[in-house]
């Protein structure tokens, strides 16, 4: 079982920054890729970044591409959202999740997930 407990979100206005933070806790950190996902009201949720068990590789959706980075520090079991150039439409409740596998863009193959942070761009 892994724990994880998402921090760091909030009310920021359009072209500002967050940084996101998810702390895992129960199993090796290291036996899993991490993923930022999110869902706003009335949408399915998607996909946002995943990365690498190592941190050494990463992945991301077209829409964040150049604006969100993901990381993570093995050392502290935690993973990181960066967020910079924030939009109104990236409004969304963000989830990070833990992978026992090789990573997917699909949420389904995602063992173990946060309770989530809100996230509110205004224009």
């Known amino acids: 079982q892994v724990q994880l407990v998402e921090s760091g979100g909030g009310l920021v206005q359009s072209g500002g920054s967050l940084r996101l933070s998810c702390a895992a806790s129960?199993?090796?950190?290291?036996?899993?890729?991490m993923a930022w996902f999110r869902q706003a009201p009335g949408k399915e949720r998607e996909f946002v970044a995943h990365i690498s068990r190592s941190g050494g590789r990463s992945y991301y959706a077209d829409f964040v591409k150049g604006r969100f980075t993901i990381s993570r520090d093995n050392a502290k079991n935690t993973v990181y959202l960066q967020m910079n150039s924030l939009k109104p439409e990236d409004t969304a409740v963000y989830y990070c999740?833990?992978?026992?596998?090789?990573?997917?863009?699909?949420?389904?193959?995602?063992?173990?997930w946060g309770q989530g942070t809100q996230v509110t761009v205004s224009s």
């Open positions: 129960g199993r090796t950190f290291t036996d899993y890729v």
């Open positions: 999740a833990a992978d026992p596998s090789g990573g997917s863009y699909y949420s389904g193959n995602y063992l173990y």
